[in-house]
């Protein structure tokens, strides 16, 4: 089985394709604004032009726009490909990139909006221990129960709590979603924003 991942929620967009637990190939690029522009034609570079079975796509939190353009994309072409399409939660991503082969706890932390932090706590298995929040880094510090932080924000995070950390400076990597726990999949696709949107709709004159 053929499968496509996109990882569109952070600064980061990355693609990879994979046939079963081989790596085939992939690209991932640091581009703070353009996802739209690059997605489809770093998917059209792959081997295949990306065709694939399975569609894997980060749900978020992260990026509102990256989020919604990975989503839309996974959607069109797991319809033109009869390709099925299965979600995972960006920061569970980070985790299993932090973890490796080690099955540490990780705590991880990510950039959020608004001087705040995406931070959520992760157990060995890679599954989530605690639901993801968006809070400023006070109160992100006052969060972590683990000795391994990990995350865009992992260096800050790690100043603000006592005793030393063991940290790793990641960003989300579509190439690693193999490694990804089978619990943190789903078929649903529904975004996962971590805090409200900045844009609310305007309310109806009465």
Known sequence: MRVLAI???????SVALFDGAEFLAGSHRLLG???AERLVPMIADLPGRGR???ILVSLGPGSFTGVRIGLATARALGVAWNAEVLGYPTLALVAAMARGASRQSVTVCVNGGH???????????GVPEDEVASLAPADAARTVVHEFIAGNRARDLAALVP???QVRDLQPDARETLALADAVMTSDLAPIYGRAPDAKPQQAAS
């Open 52 to 54: 694939a079975d399975r």
């Open 163 to 165: 005793d030393n950390r």
């Open 33 to 35: 604004r353009g996802h």
């Open 115 to 125: 001087g705040q932090w995406f931070v959520q706590n992760f157990d060995e298995a």
């Open 7 to 13: 990882e569109t929620a952070s600064e980061a967009c």
